[in-house]
């Protein structure tokens, strides 16, 4: 290979180097969140059975998120993973599901507290436990992923199934989250 060519082959990548580190500079500065849209924060509340609150739920860890609607959850020293029993968010390769995730991460953090509401079915087909998520100040996790638009309601079954497919068509309504912009 000649002289010049070897030249002008080095300035080539060089130059493309230059450009293609200016262009990733204000992506590696910028924080996680700052890459994503804005999410409008709806925090959603669902009214527990009758005579019940959230002290008569059973109480668990968290340990870990896996995605948009299950987390491994520590109950009575035993761990769980925890299917969230009234919402369906995007699953792995799915377009939202690391915004659903994401967000579930932010409403949930390891080592926080939550309470969990039984329904009618214990288990799901892949025998993850099935259960309503609560925060400590009453919040539904399941209500908010569906009221900010990072789920869908469950509809095959659940005490809160109506309520939870009215708040999926507010979200939808108001556009709010990323599944409001799919085709």
Same mark, same amino acid.
């Given at each position: 290979?000649?002289? +010049?060519? #070897?030249?002008?082959?080095?300035?080539?990548?060089?130059?493309? $180097?230059?450009?293609?580190?200016?262009?990733?500079?204000?992506?590696?500065?910028?924080?996680?969140?700052?890459?994503?849209?804005?999410?409008?924060?709806?925090?959603?509340?669902?009214?527990?059975?009758?005579?019940?609150?959230?002290?008569?739920?059973?109480?668990?860890?968290?340990? $870990?998120?896996?995605?948009?609607?299950?987390?491994?959850?520590?109950?009575?020293?035993?761990? /769980?993973?925890?299917? *969230? /029993?009234?919402?369906?968010?995007?699953?792995?390769?799915?377009?939202? %599901?690391?915004? !659903?995730?994401? #967000?579930?991460?932010?409403?949930?953090?390891?080592? &926080?507290?939550?309470?969990?509401? +039984?329904?009618?079915?214990?288990?799901? &087909?892949?025998?993850?436990?099935?259960? *309503?998520? %609560?925060?400590?100040?009453?919040?539904?996790?399941?209500?908010?992923?569906? !009221?900010? $638009? %990072?789920?869908?309601?469950?509809?095959? &079954?659940?005490? /809160?199934? &109506?309520?939870?497919?009215?708040?999926?068509?507010?979200?939808?309504? !108001?556009?709010?989250?990323?599944?409001?912009?799919?085709?």
């Amino acid at each position: 290979m000649s002289r +010049k060519l #070897r030249n002008g082959t080095f300035l080539v990548l060089f130059v493309f $180097g230059i450009v293609a580190a200016i262009a990733v500079i204000p992506w590696l500065i910028a924080a996680d969140d700052a890459r994503h849209a804005e999410t409008e924060e709806v925090l959603t509340r669902l009214e527990l059975p009758a005579g019940m609150t959230l002290e008569d739920l059973d109480i668990g860890v968290v340990e $870990g998120i896996v995605d948009g609607d299950t987390a491994d959850v520590l109950i009575d020293g035993r761990m /769980y993973r925890v299917r *969230y /029993y009234g919402v369906d968010t995007p699953e792995r390769g799915e377009r939202c %599901f690391r915004e !659903a995730t994401d #967000r579930n991460r932010h409403l949930i953090e390891e080592g &926080d507290e939550i309470y969990l509401l +039984k329904d009618a079915r214990e288990f799901d &087909d892949f025998t993850r436990l099935l259960r *309503y998520v %609560f925060l400590q100040d009453g919040t539904s996790v399941d209500a908010t992923l569906i !009221a900010e $638009g %990072f789920g869908e309601a469950w509809r095959r &079954d659940g005490r /809160y199934r &109506d309520q939870l497919i009215e708040i999926e068509r507010e979200a939808a309504a !108001a556009g709010r989250g990323c599944l409001a912009t799919l085709d």
